[in-house]
């Protein structure tokens, strides 16, 4: 299923006021893990899968990627993208992951920053990504992790005064489709174990390099109270493989 959530007019209006949508990858919890997983860009060819504002897409140029690409289901995604990361190099195309196409070899590099989530046929983007990238091309992604997914209404159990307890985990195993709140609205996700995704990584090929689950910097910590709830479950799940 190929659901374009963020074209609703409501919905990216509250998407556009996150902090990570105000101030790009600086505000972004895991951007400090992230960077470090990154390959040198050094005359890349790169692809970025769900490039949304295209953040991701600016740092590739600026870090010495002779092109990339940028590719979204969103039509207001791209838009903003052009307007706040447009610079030379960069090509954006409005296109559903599913059905993007592209010449073996192409790439030096993929990213893909918490998109994979909505994909139901993990499966097949593995296989076309790994057909895109040339010999020792490098892959690194990130998701939300299987464990914030699994239960589907990805939300804390509350006591009656309100407070926290803890995050519910269930269902784990039983894999697809999950109907969840995010931003106040229903948005269609899919939920896979880590095994699945580390074994389809393997199945396709790839070596895996690295796999992080990252935890806010002390600076987040510090200024943003809320954060310390991010150290009592993982919400992020970060790869890096390469062909």
């Known amino acids: ?34 960077k470090e997983m990154l390959p040198n860009f050094d005359g890349k060819k790169v692809l970025d899968l769900g490039c949304g504002y295209g953040w ?12 990339v690409i940028g590719i979204d289901i969103s039509e ?44 139901q046929s993990y499966d097949v983007l593995i296989g076309k990504i790994y057909q895109w990238l040339k010999p020792r091309g490098k892959f690194v ?5 299987p464990v914030f997914t699994a239960e589907g209404s990805q939300d804390w159990i509350y006591n009656e005064a309100g ?29 896979r174990t880590v095994s699945t995704y580390l074994n389809e990584l393997l199945k396709q090929g790839f070596k895996i390099i690295e796999v992080k689950e990252p935890i806010p910097n002390e600076t987040m910590l510090k200024n943003i109270p809320e954060m310390e709830d ?9 790869i890096s493989v390469e062909k």
């Not at 740092?59 to 092109?67: K, L, P, Q, W």
Request: glycine fraction near 6%; hydrophobic fraction near 40%.
């Open 76 to 119: 207001k995604m791209l838009e903003k993208a052009k307007q706040v990361n447009q610079l030379d190099g960069i090509k954006y195309k409005q296109i559903a992951l599913e059905d993007a196409q592209f010449a073996n070899g192409m790439f030096d590099v993929i990213i893909s920053s918490l998109t994979f989530h909505y994909i």
């Open 163 to 191: 407070s926290k307890l803890h995050w519910a985990v269930d269902r784990y195993f039983y894999e697809g489709q999950r109907n969840t709140s995010f931003l106040g609205e229903n948005v269609l996700k899919y939920h």
């Open 141 to 145: 992604f990130s998701v939300e992790h």
């Open 1 to 34: 299923m190929k659901e374009n959530k963020y074209d609703e007019v409501s919905f990216f209006e509250k998407y556009g006021k996150m902090n990570r949508s105000l101030n790009g990858l600086d505000a972004a919890g895991e951007w400090h893990v992230l």
């Open 56 to 67: 991701h897409c600016r740092y590739a140029i600026e870090n010495g990627a002779i092109s």
């Open 230 to 238: 991010e150290l009592r479950r993982p919400m992020m799940f970060l």
